[in-house]
């Protein structure tokens, strides 16, 4: 599987308890995903590895793995990242979009004016914000994830076009 893009849904923290299962920090919107997981790449690993259970544990998802049993069969996976492919990730509602999929769109005003390319997007708590730099070492403009700002957003083409405020340019 070294040539398919895999996307990190959790971390495993550690061994939890003596028989083989790992205490996970979720790293999605939507922890109750991993109530249906079948099968879990692990970092650095072209190995697939099943899965036998799921819990929860206060912040944490324990995960059971078939053929691990043991704390020393696990010890192996502290640190490391679960990861799915793509058609694994939920469907996002439309309308929302997976940072990933956000950062690399060239950005684009209205009237077709190149601005930059997205190189992060910030997460504030009321919205996002879209981080745009241009080639030639100027400030990024920062723009935020708004619909009366964002007009278009073109995953497949690999751009958005926005409607800038004065104050923005």
Known sequence: MADQELYSIGKIVA?????????????????ERFQDLKTVYVEDSTR????????YHKQF???KFVGYNTMNDVEQFRGKLLKVPREELMILPAGHYYVFDIIGLKVYEESGDYLGTITDVLETGSNDVYVIEKEENQKPILIPALKKVVKRIDIAGKQMIVALQEEWE
């Open 48 to 55: 697939k590895v099943e899965v036998k259970s799921v819990r």
């Open 15 to 31: 061994p939890h308890g003596v028989r083989g299962d790992v205490r996970i920090i979720p790293l999605t919107d939507f922890p």
């Open 61 to 63: 998802i324990l995960l």
